[in-house]
């Protein structure tokens, strides 16, 4: 078999089979390939796309070219959720205990951030000693006992989609749905899960800037988890705006508790639950998203999916005391409240670019080396179809320096208004086999 063939072939508008899949990934995990040959080959995807059992197969030659997480040994259905990513996304910490409380195991897999905010490791270490450093054998046997242990992610996972993203990075050939779809499902199934929930963002503030584009990376990635024997679904949700109001760390650790309390953002907990519950049906537990919910809120009611946080933190050597006191969770030294500069309603909210001011703070990281400020971050007090007078206070920077005016102007060029008062649909679409 020749490299050059398989460029040809798809260049020409082929379906490439199983075996020249595989002959790629293999060749260029091991370097028997070169950059331009794979690049040449990713650009020819890029404009012939692939059919479903093409991704199907790319998907399981990325997960079969490194290591694997056996979860066999974690009694039940493990049910993954992944998010493409958003400002002020707190749904794992506020969704993890809620399944576990319903009996159903979580075992997750989860990373830092690299970019506006930290990821979920991030957040839960502003629970003073939590860590993720577990062996395989007390990871499973955390999930055996309370439903829920988070770990980190293994370096030695899917290494051919590291190769390639980089590669993909530099040769205009990111935005492919069959590459993304492939990219993200890779990494999922090679985390053990048997079944997975997606919430696919959409909107200025996310990847996926037009539904129909959204919908359309949802439906590959669904048809690759079902074409490979892992029951998926996915969830198209609007990144119009931050989700929540807290963006950072420790502020979005509190909203979380908040939620599990039944106190939090409208926004998060209706997410949060309608994730929730298709991870319930997909576990098996129940048959309807309508049954699951009940459960949910009744959890969430009787305090016991507080309580399964809270053992969890505990588990994985956090101050769990926390969870009843986050007021103790790290604070900024400053408060700075960032006045409109206009009135009307607001229209819209540039998510990305509050991340991004959030970033500057101190809640996020341009490398991998960087320290993240825990404390800091932005707190919103207006969102979308809101009433502004110019004057009105639009959100709260917590920083631990005052020289902050370019964070200021920033937040402040975040917010759009009109003059009719504006309704966002959280939920756009479910995708489903």
Same mark, same amino acid.
Do not use: W
């Given at each position: ?69 056996? @979860?066999? #040994?974690?009694?039940?259905?493990? %049910?993954? /959720?992944? !998010?493409?990513? $958003?400002? &002020?996304? +707190? ?6 205990? @809620?399944? #576990?409380?319903?009996?159903?195991? %979580?075992? /997750?897999? !989860?990373?830092? $951030?690299? &970019?506006? +905010? ?316």
């Amino acid at each position: 078999m020749r490299m050059v063939d398989i460029i040809a072939n798809k260049r020409d508008g082929k379906e490439l089979t199983k075996e020249e899949i595989e002959f790629f990934i293999n060749g260029y995990t091991k370097g028997e390939i070169p950059d331009y040959q794979a690049s040449a080959l990713l650009m020819a995807i890029f404009f012939n796309d692939m059919t479903a059992q093409e991704s199907a197969n790319l998907t399981m030659a990325m997960v079969n070219s490194g290591d694997q997480i056996d @979860l066999s #040994a974690i009694e039940g259905v493990k %049910v993954d /959720k992944h !998010s493409t990513g $958003g400002v &002020g996304d +707190t749904t794992t910490l506020v969704l993890a205990p @809620l399944v #576990a409380a319903l009996d159903i195991p %979580v075992a /997750k897999m !989860s990373g830092r $951030g690299l &970019g506006h +905010t930290g990821g979920t490791i991030d957040k839960l270490e502003a629970l003073d000693g939590f860590h993720v450093e577990l062996s395989q054998e007390d990871f499973v046997n955390l999930v055996n006992k309370d439903k829920l242990a988070v770990i980190g992610q293994s370096g030695n996972l899917t290494p051919a989609d590291k190769l390639i993203y980089a590669l993909r990075d530099v040769t205009a050939t990111v935005n492919s749905i069959p590459l993304i779809a492939s990219s993200i499902m890779s990494k999922k199934i090679a985390a053990g899960a048997d079944a997975i929930v997606l919430d696919v963002k959409v909107g200025d503030g996310a990847f996926m800037k037009t539904e129909e584009d959204a919908v359309q990376l949802a439906k590959a990635m669904v048809e690759i988890g079902n074409n490979v024997g892992r029951r998926t679904m996915a969830i198209i949700s609007s990144m119009e705006e931050p989700l929540g109001y807290a963006i950072g760390n420790a502020n979005e650790v509190r909203e979380a508790i908040d939620t599990l309390k039944g106190e939090g953002p409208e926004d998060l907990k209706e997410l949060s639950l309608t994730l929730a519950s298709q991870m319930a049906v997909a576990s098996g537990k129940v048959q309807t998203t309508e049954e699951a919910r009940e459960l949910l809120e009744k959890v969430i009611a009787d305090g016991s999916a507080l309580e399964k946080f809270k053992a969890f933190v505990n588990n994985q050597g956090g101050n769990g005391s926390l969870v009843d006191q986050p007021e103790k969770l790290p604070t900024a030294k400053y408060n700075i409240d960032v006045l409109a500069t206009a009135s009307g309603y607001v229209d819209s909210i540039d998510a990305e670019q509050v991340g991004v001011a959030a970033s500057i703070l101190g809640a996020g990281r341009q490398t991998k080396e960087d320290e993240i400020d825990l404390a800091v971050g932005i707190i919103l007090h207006k969102k979308v179809g809101d009433a502004v007078k110019e004057g009105d206070v639009l959100a709260t920077l917590e920083a631990n320096t005052e020289a902050v005016e370019d964070v200021v102007k920033k937040v402040q060029n975040s917010y759009h208004y009109g003059q009719d008062q504006k309704q966002t649909k959280l939920i756009k679409r479910i995708i489903t086999a």
